[in-house]
């Protein structure tokens, strides 16, 4: 059973926005940093957004430079849910986010213990 679900991605113009869910399924990730990346086809798998929270209190987060400004990563406590919200959407924004959980919480992939199986983001010129 994979344990995140992500959902939210689509097809939208330059500009837009989108917001990616990423729901915990079957366990509780309290406690964990919680991390987004994205990869493009023909590409490696890039770091996008993480945070981490104690007692539903933010303790850092943290973006990549192509997003910085533009994107935010929230989370839900109460339903066990985290978002990364995107504004000002580019077409090199386009790839397959992925949401990720785990105690080292760094900008890289091995960092996470936990996957979801992604959600494609299509950003057309």
């Known amino acids: 059973q994979v344990p995140l679900v992500e959902s939210g991605g689509g097809l939208v113009q330059t500009g837009a926005s989108l917001r990616l869910s990423c729901a915990a399924s079957?366990?509780?990730?309290?406690?964990?940093?919680m991390g987004w990346f994205r990869q493009a086809p023909g590409k490696e798998r890039e770091f996008v957004a993480r945070?981490?929270?104690?007692?539903?209190?933010?303790?850092?987060?943290d973006y990549g430079e192509s997003v910085k400004g533009r994107f935010t990563i929230s989370r839900d406590n109460a339903d066990n849910t985290v978002y990364l919200q995107m504004n000002s959407l580019k077409p090199e924004d386009t790839a397959v986010y992925y949401c990720a959980a785990g105690f080292a919480g760094g900008r890289g992939p091995l960092s996470y213990n936990y996957w979801g199986q992604g959600t494609q983001v299509t950003v057309s010129s």
């Open positions: 079957g366990r509780t990730f309290s406690g964990y940093a």
């Open positions: 945070g981490r929270w104690s007692d539903m209190i933010l303790e850092y987060e």
